[in-house]
């Protein structure tokens, strides 16, 4: 019952390298997010998605990249690394809106912890 | 954007005291959640509520919905050494949100033996 896992768990990045943070889930959810959390900010959302092969923007979008190929898996991208992407990402997944009790909450991820040099 | 401000930042208790923590908004919220988190891992589901004046229990915590929808409260009774952690309150808008959850900013709870 792994449940939402991430690789890789840690990354150092030289500034302009690219790499793609992998989510998966075995729960059948159709919702899937990519947060990043910031020390005194809380969690903030860069993208989202509501079903394979559909992406979203949410707060923080740019510099990312997401694909839904698969509706298990959610690939959140770098492009070209920037330290001010130095942060700890979280991916979740939830059911969506119209199974069960309303607003089904959000199953996280245990994080990846990504550093720009 | 929408913006849930929750207080206090940080906590410093002895085990065995009770811990109160709250978040406001000046939006309203059709679903209010309250999330922890311990080193290294991700957020995890404490409390969920969903309607107004809602309060709910789960164990030794108790969190409430606001009556005007605009904020929630999180009370942790005789706190113990692994209640230490951050507390998130989280909150979803209503209408087509996708799930879409806004997070205060979290509070840091540490507890001395």
């Known amino acids: 019952n792994a449940g939402v896992t991430q690789t890789p768990k840690f990354r150092v990045l030289k500034t302009g390298q690219s790499m793609t943070l992998l989510c998966a889930q075995d729960?059948?959810?159709?919702?899937m997010y990519w947060y990043r959390q910031d020390p005194g900010m809380g969690l903030r959302l860069i993208h989202y998605?509501?079903?394979?092969?559909?992406?979203a923007k949410g707060e923080v979008p740019d510099g990312y990249n997401v694909s839904r190929l698969k509706k298990q898996n959610f690939l959140l991208g770098l492009e070209s690394a920037a330290p001010s992407q130095t942060s700890v990402y979280f991916c979740a997944s939830s059911l969506e809106e119209d199974r069960g009790p309303p607003n089904q909450p959000q199953h996280f991820g245990d994080g990846t912890r990504l550093s720009i040099l | 954007g929408q913006q849930l401000n929750q207080s206090p930042q940080s906590m410093f208790i002895q085990e065995g005291e009770d811990v109160s923590m709250n978040c406001t908004s000046s939006s309203i919220f059709n679903t209010w959640l309250w999330y922890k988190q311990d080193p290294g891992e991700g957020p995890v589901l404490l409390i969920a509520l969903y309607k107004a004046g809602e309060l709910t229990s789960n164990g030794r915590l108790t969190a409430q919905f606001g009556i005007t929808r605009k904020d929630s409260f999180l009370n942790i009774s005789a706190s113990i050494p692994s209640d230490v952690g951050i507390y998130f309150c989280?909150?979803?808008?209503?209408?087509?949100?996708?799930?879409?959850?806004?997070f205060g900013q979290g509070t840091i709870l540490t507890v001395h033996p």
């Open positions: 729960m059948n959810h159709e919702y």
């Open positions: 998605s509501v079903g394979e092969g559909t992406t």
């Open positions: 989280a909150a979803l808008a209503g209408g087509t949100s996708y799930g879409k959850l806004t």
